[in-house]
């Protein structure tokens, strides 16, 4: 099946550096990814749709030049959290979109960022 | 406006017990509706999708447009499904929106 990673599974780092979180796509290509946000105990917030060769998409409230997304490759998207802090510490889930059957999103594993 | 909502950000049912975890949505178009599942230190992953009317692992999900629903079923309940479910719209081709969460516990 359809794989994604994340890397790295978990960071932690000083206010005010920036962070940077990479996506892939394994075994297929992904001409769209999606990066979440997950608070504790809380659902997985939509924060960007990321295409590949073009500028993401953010959803309402979500600061662009705060999550800086890059997807330049069919297989990676990046996202880059910048001037980190503590408010931001959350888990970040990506997934990929899997061109055929049904465009089914494939989720990766997360990356717990811990802004000190 | 698109939402989601689950209602029962917690459930615990015994063993062999029926389960239903809740799932209504909002959305003024034609829906595709899901269901996700995130078992303990793992990603999530779908469980099973409207469209395809399908059982997994035991579980079925009917949509009723009269009343907004998507409920998940089981009619006995195992431990190994004790997890995290999440309902999720498509509004398009693009993204999810997802529910609250359910946490699903089934008791020995």
């Known amino acids: 099946g359809a794989v994604v990673s994340q890397h790295p599974s978990w960071v932690i780092c000083k206010s005010g550096t920036s962070v940077k979180i990479e996506c892939r796509s394994l075994d297929f290509q992904a001409t769209t990814m999606f990066w979440y946000r997950q608070f504790p105990k809380q659902s997985l917030m939509l924060m960007a749709t990321s295409n590949e060769g073009s500028k993401a998409t953010y959803e309402q409230g979500v600061e662009k030049d705060k999550f800086l997304i890059n997807h330049a490759s069919l297989t990676l998207s990046t996202l880059t959290v910048t001037s980190a802090h503590p408010e931001d510490s959350s888990f970040y889930i990506c997934?990929?979109?899997?061109?055929?059957?049904?465009?089914?999103?494939?989720f990766g594993p997360g990356t717990r960022l811990t802004v000190l | 406006a698109q939402r989601v909502t689950q209602p029962e950000k917690l459930l615990s049912v015994f063993k062999g017990a029926p389960v239903e975890l809740k799932c209504n949505y909002s959305y003024s178009g034609s829906p595709e509706l899901f269901w996700y599942v995130q078992y303990s230190r793992q990603r999530l992953q779908l469980l099973l999708r409207h469209i395809s009317r399908e059982s997994i692992k035991g579980f079925t999900a009917d949509l009723n447009k009269g009343e907004t629903s998507f409920h998940l079923k089981k009619p006995f309940a195992q431990e190994e499904d004790s997890a995290m479910y999440y309902c999720?719209?498509?509004?398009?081709?693009?993204?999810?929106?997802f529910g609250q969460g359910t946490r699903l516990t089934i008791n020995p």
């Open positions: 999720a719209l498509r509004p398009g081709a693009q993204k999810l929106v």
């Open positions: 997934s990929a979109r899997e061109p055929s059957g049904g465009y089914e999103q494939f």
